[in-house]
């Protein structure tokens, strides 16, 4: 009656369970519907009804049972094709009254959801991993160039802890789009909106909107932040009625798609030919267009500073793809 009631149980739930013989024949199977051994009858051998590997491993896995008597858990995988299964199987030996191995005794549960979701977080930290180098980086490179331009630590800590909040900003929307990246008018506002006396009424943006992959969208985001800094210190945001225009487009040629992002200052001071060294020119024309793989032209006219990037195709996806 117990026994007939512990099998009642088990069958509302997702264990199989299963003996074989000394020849690993299958000797009788319980509640083996939807598992590996739902093709099994009595009689067969893993041969007869699991792929080649999977039956291999699991032939090689028992044999060494028979021969140790020690109990063994292993994973089955059953693959076919871009899809698999996953089963957590544990396998003991079979005793008759007088101690002697007559065959083998198991048990099987499905694990395929737990192992996609290990595999899931497994890739997902390789990414953050990557990320974070990534990151880390950029950070060392900016430390570099800050320290290379500054005069007093003052001055130094000044302008870092700006541009590293620069990059925080950026990783907060590239964060909250999932790591899908971030849209560049949303980009624009974060960066360049808390320089403006007025805010975004100083500022006009133009043109496609865009989600600028995470890279493009931290070194877009930390040239903003250059330009912006630049423009409250000196230049347009520096004086009362200063615009500034921010215009990007997509251009194509020889069948490559980029986006072209512009900056135009106006209405400001008048610009001297000799510029400040410190203003982050190398961020501007060698770190940021080297990093998204694209192109870009720092113009220091008189009516205001131009900045031109290209940032290329695979970079960027339209925002209604």
Do not use: C
Request: charged fraction near 25%; avoid cysteine; glycine fraction near 6%.
């Amino acid at each position: 009656m117990v026994a007939y009631k512990a099998l009642k149980a088990l069958a509302n739930t997702e264990m199989t369970l299963f003996a074989q013989d000394l020849e690993l024949r299958y000797l009788w199977l319980f509640n083996a519907e939807g598992s590996w051994l739902a093709d099994a009858k009595t009689g067969d051998s893993d041969h007869d009804f699991l792929p080649v590997p999977a039956a291999e491993k699991a032939k090689a896995i028992k044999s060494e049972i028979l021969k140790s008597g020690a109990p063994v858990r292993f994973e089955l995988p059953i693959l076919s094709g871009d899809n698999g299964r996953w089963f957590d199987v544990r396998v003991d030996v079979d005793r008759n009254d007088e101690g002697e191995i007559i065959g083998l005794i198991g048990t099987s549960v499905e694990i395929t959801d737990q192992k996609r979701r290990e595999d899931t977080l497994k890739t997902l930290l390789r990414e953050v991993a990557h990320r974070s180098k990534n990151l880390l980086a950029i950070i060392q490179s900016l430390a570099s160039q800050t320290a290379r331009h500054s005069v007093t630590v003052p001055e130094f800590l000044v302008r870092f802890r700006g541009r590293i909040q620069s990059l925080a900003s950026s990783q907060d929307i590239v964060t909250d789009t999932d790591w899908r990246g971030a849209d560049l008018f949303s980009l624009v506002t974060m960066q360049v909106e808390r320089y403006a006396p007025d805010g975004m009424d100083q500022i006009r943006f133009e043109g496609v909107d865009v989600y600028l992959s995470p890279t493009a969208a931290l070194h877009v985001g930390l040239a903003l932040h250059e330009l912006a800094v630049n423009a409250a210190s000196y230049g347009s945001l520096s004086v009362p009625g200063g615009r500034i225009a921010i215009a990007s487009t997509l251009e194509t040629k020889e069948g490559q798609t980029s986006l072209i992002l512009r900056w135009q200052e106006s209405n400001g001071p008048r610009v001297r030919v000799d510029y400040d060294p410190r203003f982050g020119t190398s961020t501007l024309e060698r770190i940021v267009p080297n990093s998204v793989g694209g192109e870009a032209r720092l113009e220091y006219r008189p009516d205001g500073i131009q900045y031109w990037l290209r940032v290329p195709r695979n970079q960027f996806e339209l925002v209604d793809d």
